[in-house]
């Protein structure tokens, strides 16, 4: 028997308010590891432990390659790598994004979930779209303790909305009670060791996170083959069917929620419509272009219908563009 000593908490947009709220009402002596994702940019700087030392007496801090798990620390998920928990020890991977993201809520939690079963508990904050309800239904599902900040205390509610309809939410408390529901739970004895079977789905997914070949190059995909493409590389989306909430992920291990993947064919599609916008514009400036030196050869027929041609573009480039600038805006954080 052992303690809930595994804390994992997944936040986004509005998540380092919230997580300074938390930290700010932990004891130093705190008798468990915290593990935290914050959506970064890849190419963003992450002041988060140095914030994070600020507002309390724990340890923050970016962890190593291989670091071993130590009580009363708190380790931050580095820009562009997922964190993943194994046993006794840290792993920083590269790995395929989820749900758009690399550092992504998801891996985080399905490996705690793995590595530690009823030890865990599991925490979404304020945050948009839903990455981390997947890893939180995990929690769930190998006796962890789920929490979640109530959405009207949430910078951005959609994280912890999509976590409550779609888990069994054991705690919904705003983030300045956290702290003090931890003191709790932390004590509570609970069977020490793996949660979820050392042959199950959720370790297949671990490893593509990880970018294992093995994994990647094995042949058995869970689910049924989509109709939808990868975003990311173009290949076959499959359907998983492990849960009930409707989510994708293809061969090399991009995953994505029904949610994140419109979000990300949105972008695509407006990209595209920007490319069509550009490609118009240009062919208009040089068939304007033409016109005008045809005009000067007194080849007025010809000039006349380049600068047609033109007017037609430029018309068909209007459409196009009013159609991205009044059309719907796209979630991101």
Known sequence: MTERNIVVIGCSVGGVEALQTIVAGLPENFPAAIFVVLHISPQTHSLLPEILNRAGKLSAKHPIQGEQIKRGRIYIAPPDHHLIIEDGRIVLSRGPKENRHRPSVDPLFRSAARAYGRQVIGIILT??????????QAVKKVGGVTIVQDPEDAFCPDMPRSAMDHVKTDYVVPASQIPALLAELVPERVAAGNGAGKNSQITKEIKLAEADMAAIEDDGRPGTPSQFACPECGGVLWQMDD?????????????????????????????????????????????????????????????????????????QAAVLRNLVVEGKEVAAD
Do not use: P
């Open 127 to 136: 945050g948009s779209l839903d990455d981390g309800t997947v890893g939180l």
């Open 243 to 315: 849960t009930d909430m409707l989510r994708f992920r293809c061969r090399v291990g991009h995953a994505y929620t029904a949610q994140s993947l419109d979000v990300e064919q949105t972008v695509a599609v407006e990209g595209a419509l920007w490319a069509a916008i550009r490609g118009l514009e240009e062919s208009a400036s040089l068939a304007k272009q033409m016109a005008e030196k045809l005009g000067g050869r007194k080849s007025h027929n010809v000039a006349k219908r380049f600068e047609e041609s033109a007017r037609e573009k430029m018309e």
